[in-house]
């Protein structure tokens, strides 16, 4: 079967791409779903299809790039700044994941006691890396950030109570644990 594609119906190239795709004729479909970019009325679903064919590649990396293009578009829609906020933290880009955790908690489309424990968590990821980069002191001030945020979150709590021990403030570390407790 072949599929001709005319730039000015949507409805129909995107039928075509969806055919393409269900056929395993992904070049196919790639390219009616790229010649949706072009249609302004379709625009949107080009960019789903090609935004869907590279999260089932696990391409992350383009994912994250054609989620933001969709964000643009759609800022409010809740399924699009999960994602965008999915694939941040899969990219371990924990201040764009702490962002959009803000933004995805403003318009309602994380709950409120999963936002306060990511943030906790997405602070603690940062300040990982930050320690694995060298950066001791921002990955101190990150720690202490996510155990103020919220004292019971025991990781949080044992990272900067053994930070503390390590710089020999076992005062500081042992009010962190009863705070903790």
Same mark, same amino acid.
């Given at each position: 079967?072949?599929?001709?594609?005319?730039?000015?119906? *949507? !409805?129909?190239? /995107? &039928? $075509?791409?969806?055919?393409?795709?269900?056929?395993? @004729?992904?070049?196919?479909? %790639?390219?009616?779903?790229?010649?949706?970019?072009?249609?302004?009325?379709?625009?949107?679903? *080009? !960019?789903?299809? /090609? &935004? $869907?064919?590279?999260?089932?590649?696990?391409?992350? @990396?383009?994912?994250?790039? %054609?989620?933001?293009?969709?964000?643009?578009?759609?800022?409010?829609?809740?399924?699009?700044?999960? !994602?965008?906020?999915? &694939?941040?933290?899969?990219?371990?880009?924990?201040?764009?994941?702490?962002?959009?955790?803000?933004?995805?908690?403003?318009?309602?489309?994380?709950?409120?006691?999963?936002?306060?424990?990511?943030?906790?968590?997405? &602070?603690?990821?940062?300040?990982?890396?930050?320690?694995?980069?060298?950066?001791?002191?921002?990955?101190?001030?990150?720690?202490?950030?996510?155990?103020?945020?919220?004292?019971?979150?025991?990781?949080?709590?044992?990272?900067?109570?053994?930070?503390?021990?390590?710089?020999?403030?076992?005062?500081?570390?042992?009010?962190?644990?009863?705070?903790?407790?």
């Amino acid at each position: 079967t072949r599929y001709y594609l005319k730039h000015d119906d *949507g !409805l129909a190239i /995107l &039928l $075509q791409a969806q055919a393409a795709r269900l056929s395993g @004729k992904e070049k196919i479909a %790639l390219r009616a779903f790229a010649t949706l970019l072009s249609n302004k009325d379709a625009a949107f679903l *080009g !960019l789903r299809g /090609l &935004l $869907q064919t590279a999260l089932d590649h696990k391409n992350h @990396k383009k994912a994250l790039e %054609l989620a933001y293009r969709a964000l643009s578009l759609h800022p409010k829609q809740p399924w699009i700044i999960r !994602l965008v906020y999915d &694939l941040e933290i899969e990219m371990r880009q924990w201040d764009a994941a702490l962002d959009t955790l803000g933004k995805a908690r403003a318009i309602k489309a994380i709950d409120k006691t999963r936002a306060h424990s990511d943030y906790g968590a997405l &602070l603690l990821a940062r300040a990982d890396d930050l320690a694995l980069q060298g950066d001791h002191n921002e990955a101190l001030s990150c720690t202490q950030k996510a155990h103020a945020h919220d004292p019971a979150f025991t990781p949080a709590a044992l990272r900067l109570a053994k930070m503390y021990i390590d710089q020999d403030k076992r005062g500081r570390a042992l009010k962190v644990l009863e705070k903790s407790w």
